[in-house]
C-alpha cells in the first residue's frame, strides 16, 4: 500500500516509534495522520510537526478507541492505516500483581482487539485497510526479566497473525513490528540490558523499515536482522534456544 494522499491514525504518537512513524508517514505524502496518545500535549506537539490532528485518548478503553475511529471516519475520511503503537513494559514474573498484568494486557493487546473489533468491518465494507501492529522481538522470542511483556507481546503477535490469516480475503492487510531494543522513554536508562545485546536502534530507521513493509504488504518487520535467525534457532531446537536463554537471564537478571 502506498501511503501517499492516506488517511492515517498513530497510537502512543507523543514520541519514540510512534513520532517517528508519524513523520515518517508525513515525508511520504500522507493526506492526514491523526497523532494519538493518552499524553495529549505530546499528541498536539507530534501533530504541529506533521500537520496533522492530535487527540488524547486512552487505547486500553474501549470507548476511547470506538470514539477515535468514529470521528475520524466522520471528520476526517475512512481511515486507510491504523497503528497501533502504543505499549508498556512491567517487570517481574507470575509474582506481578493482578492490577498490573490486567493494565499490561489492556495496552499491549487489548488496544488492538479494540482497533480491529471497530474498524475492521469499516474496512472490510469498503473493501479494504492496513493495519500495523507494534509487538516486540519478546513477542516471537521472550523478555528476560518480564513475563508480562513477554506474555502480551506474544498474544500481540498472535492476533496480528489472526487477523492477517482471516481477513486477508477481505483486503485487510496486517504487518507486525518486532523490534529489538529502541531509544524510547521505555528503554531510557536500559542501555545495558538484554534486549540492546545487539544495539539499541533509534526510532527513525525502526519507522522507515514499517513504511517499506507497508508499501511491500510484508506481514513480519524485523528492524534488527539478527531476530529472523533467532527466529530459526528457537524453531530448529527448542531445547537448545531455551538453554541459550537460561544463560542471558543468568547474566541479566
Same mark, same amino acid.
Given at each position: 500500500?502506498?501511503?501517499?494522499?492516506?488517511?492515517?491514525?498513530?497510537?502512543?504518537?507523543?514520541?519514540?516509534?510512534?513520532?517517528?512513524?508519524?513523520?515518517?508517514?508525513?515525508?511520504?505524502?500522507?493526506?492526514? %495522520?491523526?497523532?494519538?496518545?493518552?499524553?495529549?500535549?505530546?499528541?498536539?506537539?507530534?501533530?504541529?510537526?506533521?500537520?496533522?490532528?492530535?487527540?488524547?485518548?486512552?487505547?486500553?478503553?474501549?470507548?476511547? %478507541?470506538?470514539?477515535?475511529?468514529?470521528?475520524?471516519?466522520?471528520?476526517?475520511?475512512?481511515?486507510? /492505516?491504523?497503528?497501533?503503537?502504543?505499549? =508498556?513494559?512491567?517487570?517481574?514474573?507470575?509474582?506481578?500483581?493482578?492490577?498490573?498484568?490486567?493494565? %499490561?494486557?489492556?495496552?499491549?493487546?487489548?488496544?488492538?482487539? $479494540?482497533?480491529?473489533?471497530?474498524?475492521?468491518?469499516?474496512?472490510?465494507?469498503?473493501?479494504?485497510?492496513?493495519?500495523?501492529?507494534?509487538?516486540?522481538?519478546?513477542? /516471537?522470542?521472550?523478555?528476560?526479566?518480564?513475563?508480562?511483556?513477554?506474555?502480551?507481546?506474544?498474544?500481540?503477535?498472535?492476533?496480528?497473525?489472526?487477523?492477517?490469516?482471516?481477513?486477508?480475503?477481505?483486503? =485487510?492487510?496486517?504487518?507486525?513490528?518486532?523490534? +529489538?531494543?529502541?531509544?524510547?522513554?521505555?528503554?531510557?536508562?536500559?542501555?545495558?540490558?538484554?534486549?540492546?545485546?545487539?544495539?539499541?536502534?533509534?526510532?527513525?530507521?525502526?519507522?522507515?523499515?514499517?513504511?517499506?513493509? =507497508?508499501? +511491500?504488504?510484508?506481514?513480519?518487520?524485523?528492524?534488527?536482522?539478527?531476530? /529472523?535467525?533467532?527466529?530459526?534457532?528457537?524453531?530448529?531446537? $527448542?531445547?537448545?534456544? =531455551?538453554?541459550?536463554?537460561?544463560? /542471558?537471564?543468568?547474566? $541479566?537478571?
Amino acid at each position: 500500500m502506498e501511503i501517499k494522499n492516506r488517511i492515517v491514525v498513530v497510537t502512543g504518537a507523543a514520541g519514540g516509534i510512534g513520532r517517528a512513524l508519524a513523520q515518517t508517514f508525513a515525508k511520504a505524502g500522507a493526506k492526514k %495522520i491523526v497523532c494519538v496518545d493518552l499524553d495529549g500535549d505530546g499528541a498536539e506537539a507530534t501533530a504541529k510537526m506533521v500537520d496533522g490532528i492530535g487527540r488524547k485518548v486512552d487505547v486500553a478503553n474501549e470507548n476511547d %478507541i470506538k470514539a477515535l475511529i468514529d470521528d475520524t471516519e466522520n471528520d476526517v475520511g475512512p481511515i486507510d /492505516l491504523f497503528c497501533s503503537n502504543a505499549g =508498556i513494559s512491567v517487570p517481574g514474573g507470575p509474582e506481578v500483581a493482578n492490577e498490573q498484568w490486567q493494565k %499490561i494486557w489492556d495496552i499491549n493487546v487489548m488496544a488492538h482487539i $479494540y482497533a480491529a473489533r471497530h474498524l475492521a468491518p469499516k474496512m472490510i465494507e469498503r473493501g479494504g485497510g492496513y493495519f500495523l501492529n507494534t509487538a516486540s522481538a519478546a513477542g /516471537l522470542l521472550s523478555q528476560i526479566g518480564s513475563a508480562p511483556y513477554a506474555v502480551t507481546k506474544h498474544a500481540a503477535v498472535g492476533l496480528a497473525e489472526w487477523i492477517a490469516l482471516t481477513y486477508g480475503d477481505d483486503g =485487510i492487510k496486517v504487518s507486525v513490528l518486532c523490534p +529489538q531494543a529502541v531509544r524510547t522513554n521505555m528503554t531510557k536508562g536500559k542501555e545495558d540490558h538484554v534486549a540492546s545485546v545487539d544495539g539499541m536502534m533509534d526510532p527513525e530507521p525502526v519507522a522507515q523499515a514499517c513504511l517499506e513493509a =507497508i508499501e +511491500q504488504e510484508t506481514f513480519l518487520v524485523l528492524p534488527h536482522k539478527e531476530v /529472523l535467525q533467532y527466529m530459526r534457532n528457537k524453531t530448529d531446537n $527448542y531445547d537448545r534456544w =531455551i538453554g541459550g536463554m537460561r544463560k /542471558l537471564n543468568r547474566k $541479566y537478571r
